[in-house]
């Protein structure tokens, strides 16, 4: 059995596969620096979360999860947006995420130019999750 955490990553990955195929290409948890080739890309990461207690029975988990969008255009700002926007309009549309999830909101965001080659561009843009879980599970 999965954690509704991982159920819930397994279908971002999946919804932006699909919504952005011929577009850019998706990663999960890519730790590596992105290719020449991979541009433009998405990594999806989780970052920090906490847990509250909601009831007897269920706790409120909070997730910070980032859309780290790769981009190497000149310049790089309209096509980061515009993948962004083609992946945020995708995530909030999908009926089997929002059954995973009690609210999916974006927080802040930043640019990050990449030092080496001021023609690469990383939009980072995060999400807070919250969604319920028994306190018997995970």
Avoid: W
């Avoid at 509704?4 to 195929?21: M, W």
């Avoid at 970052?47 to 859309?67: N, P, Y």
């Amino acid at each position: 059995m999965t954690t509704k955490l991982t159920q819930i990553l397994d279908r971002i990955d999946v919804v932006l596969k699909a919504a952005l195929a011929g577009v850019c290409l998706v990663f999960r948890d890519r730790a590596d620096a992105q290719s020449l080739e991979e541009a433009p890309c998405i990594n999806v990461v989780a970052r920090d979360g906490t847990t509250t207690q909601f009831s007897a029975e269920f706790d409120q988990d909070e997730q910070q999860i980032e859309l780290r969008v790769y981009v190497r255009e000149e310049p790089g700002t309209p096509e980061a947006e515009r993948i962004h926007q083609l992946a945020h309009q995708a995530l909030v549309a999908d009926a089997p995420l929002k059954v995973l999830l009690d609210s999916l909101r974006r927080t802040d965001h930043t640019f990050d130019p990449e030092p080496a080659d001021t023609t690469s561009l990383i939009k980072v843009q995060r999400y807070r999750a919250l969604y319920l879980t028994p306190v018997n599970t995970l």
